[in-house]
């Protein structure tokens, strides 16, 4: 039994080492759409994994970018991205990004030639603005708390005049930090984004879910939507997966 106990330990250890050997990002089959999945504030690359695995089921190829998203101000970060890319080869390209990511993804977008163009959703991104991320900055400890990407939060991104499709989903489940540091926070909201806030000048549709900002990662509903617009452009609405 004890021989038995530290082959499978050995066995083990061997595994979890080839597992920790290999590239975090598979090279991506030629056929098969390949979607970069951009995180938001705060939240490591893991976060979007749920999402990720649902995008597999569909059919896509999906690929986790990391980026210091409190260290580093919006133009640092989009070319992190820029340089993330360089590394695929993909034959078609779409992204998915969640409240921050979104603003990275535009930034890239509007200042680099990607080609050729696809399809972005951006979850939760307040391109008119953060109405919370304003009310943060009025402080020492809010603008801390923000770090470099608390201009690009407080501004927005309010015109998409890419050749990207752009769709973007909006909460209106109001369970967030944002009631309590932002007062006056405009209803409908996910908690942290006003819904009006997720609407942009140039984008191709928008719809809008019952989620709460991070619940936006984890719902079928807003999977559902996502499929939907990367392979047609359009979001179908009262569909999960």
Known sequence: MRATRVWLWSACSRCRFRARSQPLIAWPVSEVPTVALVHGLYLPRWAMTVLSSRLRQAGFHPVLFSYPSWRQGLGANADRLRHF??????????????????????????????????????????????????????????????????????????????????????????????????PGLP????????????????????????????????????????VAFLRTGRFVRGVSC
């Open 187 to 226: 209803s409908p909201h996910d908690g942290t984004v006003a819904l009006a806030e997720t609407r942009v000048r140039g984008g191709s549709d928008h719809v809008s879910v019952d989620a709460s900002h991070s619940g936006l990662l984890w719902s079928s509903e807003v999977a559902a939507a996502v």
């Open 85 to 182: 890319l360089g590394t695929l080869s993909p034959t078609s390209l779409h992204f998915v990004a969640h409240s921050m990511g979104g603003l990275v993804v535009a930034r890239l977008l509007h200042h680099c030639a990607v080609v050729p163009a696809g399809r972005v959703v951006a979850l939760g991104t307040p391109f008119l603005g953060s109405h919370a991320a304003r009310c943060l900055q009025k402080n020492a400890p809010g603008r801390l708390l923000l770090g470099r990407g608390a201009e690009a939060l407080a501004e927005g991104f309010p015109h998409w005049s890419c050749p990207w499709r752009l769709g973007v989903i909006g909460g209106t489940r109001g369970w967030g930090l944002g009631r309590f540091v932002a």
